[in-house]
Structures are given as C-alpha cells and as structure tokens.
C-alpha cells in the first residue's frame, strides 16, 4: 500500500500535492499562495536536493504523499498532501507512522502555514509538540530555505523518537 515514488512518478505525485494544496486557497495569505502551488521544476528540485517521497495507493490511485530529508542530524518531514476527497479517513496518518518507522534521526521536524490549522491538529494528534516563534525562527533558519515571508507565516512541531 506504501511505497516509495521517484522522479518517474512526477505527474502522479504533482496531482495529489496540486489538488491537496487547493485548502490552503484564501487560507494562507495571498502572497504566499501560487497555482500550481508546486510547480514541476520544483518538485524535481526536491528530488535533486534529497527529499524521498512515499506514497499510498488505494484501488490502484495514489491517493497520498509524504517525504522526509534528513539534513544535518534531524529528518524533515515534507511535502504531506492528501487527495481532497481521502482526507479525514486515516491516510495521512499511515504515511506518518510508515515514516516514524523507517526514520533513522532522534528528531523530527515538520513546517507547516500557521494559518493551516488543520494540518497543526493532525501533527499534535501524532504527537508532535509546536515550537514557539522564537524557536520555530532558528529551526527555519538552520534546516530550510525559505523566503522570508514564508518564515514569518510557518510554524515548526517536532516529534522526539
Ligand atoms: C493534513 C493532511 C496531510 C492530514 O492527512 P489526513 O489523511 O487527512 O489525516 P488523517 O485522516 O490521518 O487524520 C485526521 C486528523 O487530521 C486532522 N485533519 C486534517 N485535515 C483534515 C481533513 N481535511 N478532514 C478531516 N480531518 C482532517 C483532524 O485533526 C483529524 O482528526 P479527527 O478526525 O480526530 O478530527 C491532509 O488532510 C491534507 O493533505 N491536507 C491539505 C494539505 C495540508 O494541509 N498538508 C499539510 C502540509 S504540512
């Protein structure tokens, strides 16, 4: 039901990131939204930079993605999305318990939009912990790439294994 997904499923992963990013429309503040939310280059760099992706099929569609980085000493989570009309039924939680067991570092990170309220509940649900402004700032810094404005508008939660 899981498995890993490569460079050659790029379509297939770009639909469900695509449709599942449609939530954060109007939610995030405009200037951080964009159509497609994750361009094809984009995605192909995550792949170049290290990012593994993991997807979930269900009757033969993949419904659901879900990466991780491991940079420096932590594992990142990346990229969750699950199809609009799968959402709320437990995929999500699958990709995640699949990545805490296949994970190698004693820290997980996960950046979220702090307007994506949703997505903060899921992750607390999975027992990680949100980081203060503070912390969330240095941890931006020292583990991603993020313009400023997106800084500004994420949080950071972390599961300790
Ligand atoms: C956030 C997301 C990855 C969670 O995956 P999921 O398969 O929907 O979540 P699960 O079914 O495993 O867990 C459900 C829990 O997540 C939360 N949740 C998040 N989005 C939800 C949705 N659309 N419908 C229902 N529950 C949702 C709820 O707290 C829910 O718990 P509850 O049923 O006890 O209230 C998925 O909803 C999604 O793709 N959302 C849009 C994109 C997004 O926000 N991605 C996060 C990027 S960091």
Same mark, same amino acid.
């Given at each position: 039901?899981?498995?890993?997904?490569?460079?050659?499923?790029?379509?297939?992963?770009?639909?469900?990131?695509?449709?599942?990013?449609?939530?954060?429309?109007?939610?995030?503040?405009?200037?951080?939204?964009?159509?497609?939310?994750?361009?094809?280059?984009?995605?192909?760099?995550?792949? %170049?930079?290290?990012?593994? #992706?993991?997807? *979930?099929? $269900? &009757? /033969?569609?993949?419904?659901?993605?879900?990466?991780?980085?491991?940079?420096?000493?932590?594992?990142?989570?990346?990229?969750?999305?699950?199809?609009?009309?799968?959402?709320?039924?437990?995929?999500?939680?699958?990709?995640?318990?699949?990545?805490?067991?296949?994970?190698?570092?004693?820290?997980?990170?996960?950046?979220?939009?702090? %307007?994506?309220?949703?997505? #903060?509940?899921? *992750?607390? $649900? &999975? /027992?990680?912990?949100?980081?203060?402004?503070?912390?969330?700032?240095?941890?931006?810094?020292?583990?991603?790439?993020?313009?400023?404005?997106?800084?500004?508008?994420?949080?950071?939660?972390?599961?300790?294994?």
């Amino acid at each position: 039901m899981i498995t890993e997904y490569t460079k050659k499923d790029l379509l297939h992963i770009l639909n469900v990131i695509n449709d599942a990013a449609l939530k954060y429309k109007g939610v995030i503040p405009d200037s951080c939204w964009k159509e497609p939310y994750m361009p094809e280059q984009e995605l192909i760099s995550e792949f %170049d930079n290290g990012v593994r #992706i993991f997807g *979930y099929k $269900k &009757n /033969n569609i993949l419904v659901g993605v879900m990466g991780i980085q491991e940079v420096e000493d932590i594992t990142l989570i990346r990229h969750a999305y699950i199809l609009s009309g799968y959402q709320g039924i437990g995929i999500g939680k699958s990709l995640l318990q699949y990545l805490f067991k296949i994970n190698r570092s004693s820290s997980m990170l996960v950046g979220t939009w702090q %307007d994506a309220t949703w997505a #903060i509940r899921f *992750y607390i $649900k &999975n /027992n990680f912990v949100l980081h203060t402004r503070k912390q969330t700032n240095l941890l931006l810094q020292r583990y991603w790439q993020v313009p400023i404005k997106q800084m500004i508008n994420s949080v950071v939660l972390e599961k300790l294994s």
